[in-house]
């Protein structure tokens, strides 16, 4: 292990440290309440690391779900991954065997993280990569095992501390917003998104459905696609402007 | 459920999670370039997804009863805040998270 990569990739890792104990945890205490202990939590982070895939893990466990519908829903659920790796296919070239692992591990946090990480000078950019991937997936793994073991008595009152995960997307969105730099266009992609999402919960709502992701995905996507000519525009006077 | 039922659960789980993240770079990400519009996309998308995912995180907040989303709103205009003037991860992070702690567990 690079322990210099290690060390610079360990402090972006804190917020999903906080998130991934406490969502670990909760997690290892439903998977216990359906009759699975840490272990079972232990292997279900280990081979599957998902968040809410694995809480939906759980009802599926408990329900004794047919095969098909566990590979459906697990589908629907985590159907937005696929686009995760567009944004990371230039980033993970060249990172040679650890790119597997590197996949594997794209939650939505290690996604966030890694789509802005910069690493900083004279640390091998695979390596820090690989750094912020490992040590998001053992917080979640500590997090499901602690949860599964000693959850229960934890009397420290936790409740709002997932909000972690939240301010972390909040950050990279404003650090984002800042990289963009002025005009109106520039934002337009973080602009989709939040309609395109707030649209899709309302819509869903009244659905009474629960699964916002996908509507939203395609939303953006659609969006994304019409507003190419104008984006791509900009993108490339960015470019130009850098190299200057 | 016997615990074979279980395992295949968990590994039919495991490889469709896995099949979501590989996908991308099974079609696009051996060798060559990939078609441009995927190129566009894959440039374009992060901004849109982290809002996507903050939206996702407030989906549950009810604006008309409860306490009327104003913690989360209120917390995640703090965090942004304090990320805008002082630009530190861990300081925003943890003043919106404290705060946003404190809010639920003790104000509404």
Not at chain 1, 27 to 36: D, E, S, W
Not at chain 1, 91 to 119: C, N, Q, S
Not at chain 1, 215 to 233: D, M
């Amino acid at each position: 292990m690079d322990r210099k990569a290690l060390a610079a990739a360990f402090p972006v890792t804190i917020p999903v440290l906080m998130g991934y104990l406490s969502i670990g945890m909760a997690f290892g205490l439903m998977l216990q309440a359906v009759g699975y202990g840490p272990l079972w939590a232990v292997l279900m982070s280990l081979i599957i690391y998902a968040g809410s895939g694995q809480y939906l893990g759980c009802t599926l466990l408990a329900t004794a779900a047919p095969l098909p519908q566990v590979a459906m829903l697990t589908l629907l659920l985590n159907f937005r991954h696929i686009f995760y790796g567009l944004s990371l296919l230039d980033k993970f070239k060249g990172t040679g065997w650890r790119k597997p692992y590197l996949i594997f591990a794209l939650t939505d946090e290690t996604y966030a993280l890694l789509t802005g990480a910069v690493p900083p000078a004279g640390v091998n950019a695979a390596n820090y990569y690989f750094s912020i991937a490992i040590l998001d997936h053992s917080y979640w793994i500590a997090g499901s095992l602690l949860g599964g073991t000693i959850g229960s008595l934890i009397t420290f009152n936790t409740e709002g501390i997932d909000f972690a995960m939240t301010a972390l997307f909040v950050v990279i969105a404003v650090d984002q917003w800042k990289a963009a730099g002025k005009g109106l266009r520039r934002h337009l992609p973080a602009l989709i998104g939040i309609v395109c999402a707030a649209a899709a919960v309302v819509v869903t709502r009244m659905l009474s459905s629960d699964n916002m992701i996908i509507p939203s995905l395609v939303g953006i996507c659609v969006l994304l696609l019409a507003l190419r000519r104008q984006l791509e525009e900009t993108e490339n006077k960015r470019e130009e402007g850098t190299a200057v | 459920m016997t615990t074979a039922q279980a395992v295949a659960s968990i590994l039919v789980m495991a490889g469709v999670t896995f099949l979501t993240r590989v996908i991308p770079f099974a079609l696009f990400g051996r060798g060559g370039q990939p078609p441009r519009v995927v190129a566009y996309l894959g440039q374009v998308l992060p901004p849109a997804v982290i809002a996507m995912l903050i939206v996702y995180c407030l989906r549950n907040i009810d604006l008309f009863s409860g306490s009327h989303g104003l913690p989360e709103l209120l917390c995640v205009a703090v965090t942004a805040i304090l990320h805008v003037w002082k630009g530190n991860n861990l300081l925003s992070i943890f003043g919106g998270t404290i705060l946003y702690m404190v809010l639920v567990q003790a104000v509404f």
